[in-house]
């Protein structure tokens, strides 16, 4: 399984702050990905990535920004946070090297409260 | 647009108790559907289902998949207090294969 780890784990602070949650994996997963997941909404799709500097948005792009310079890293950033971007953030990786399907495999989260 | 849904959304049992969670989907290019079991961390992957029909089983827990129907089951006998947790249903589809979640069911088995 990939080792996916996040960090912070916790963090609180202020609206307008620039945040930055990181994401690195150990298992040379070619695709990252960045979730976000509310009470009773699910896990949404924030943005994602098929190898080093590419960059997709997906179903809630708005107020985030990433970055994969590197195959193992990638991070996510609030350029200027908001109270309702306060959520538990997932990264997760997939590898799609094989061509087989392969599903994926996700951190132990950010839970991240914006006053 | 597309779209997973969940039912129940929670569920009490007790223990030794069948369960059977249920999963519907509306996607555009399905590729295949994915059980997850989130306790207090991360989502841990449990089954992939690609063919009808076809059930996959681990232990107590098994998932079958109705690509005609578009659902998806899966089932837990005998169940026990470590089930407890939220059962996540995701759909891998569109053109970059991506996973399109439910709400999940918080399922919580009582002694």
């Known amino acids: 399984d990939a080792d996916v780890t996040q960090t912070p784990r916790n963090r609180i602070t202020k609206t307008g702050k620039r945040i930055m949650l990181e994401c690195s994996q150990t298992?040379?997963?070619?695709?990252m990905y960045w979730y976000r997941q509310d009470p009773g909404l699910g896990l949404r799709l924030i943005y994602y990535s098929f190898d080093v500097k590419d960059i997709n948005k997906g179903e809630i792009s708005d107020g985030y920004s990433v970055s994969r310079q590197a195959q193992a890293k990638f991070s996510l950033s609030l350029e200027s946070a908001i109270p309702n971007q306060t959520a538990l953030y997932f990264c997760?990786?997939?590898?799609?090297?094989?061509?087989?399907?392969?599903?994926?495999?996700f951190g132990d989260g950010t839970r991240l409260s914006i006053l | 647009e597309d779209k997973v849904v969940q039912s129940p959304l929670s569920l009490v049992v007790h223990e030794g108790d069948t369960v059977t969670l249920n999963c519907s989907y509306e996607v555009t290019n399905f590729r295949s559907l994915l059980w997850y079991k989130q306790e207090k961390k991360a989502p841990t992957f449990l089954f992939m289902l690609t063919s009808s029909g076809i059930e996959k089983k681990s232990g107590r827990l098994s998932s079958i998949l109705d690509k005609k129907e578009l659902f998806s089951i899966l089932n837990i006998t005998a169940t026990q207090t470590g089930d407890s947790a939220i059962y996540l249903c995701?759909?891998?589809?569109?053109?970059?294969?991506?996973?399109?979640f439910g709400t999940g069911t918080r399922l919580t088995v009582i002694p």
């Open positions: 298992k040379g997963h070619d695709r």
């Open positions: 997760a990786t997939s590898d799609a090297r094989t061509g087989l399907d392969q599903p994926q495999h």
């Open positions: 995701a759909v891998e589809a569109g053109w970059a294969n991506n996973l399109f």
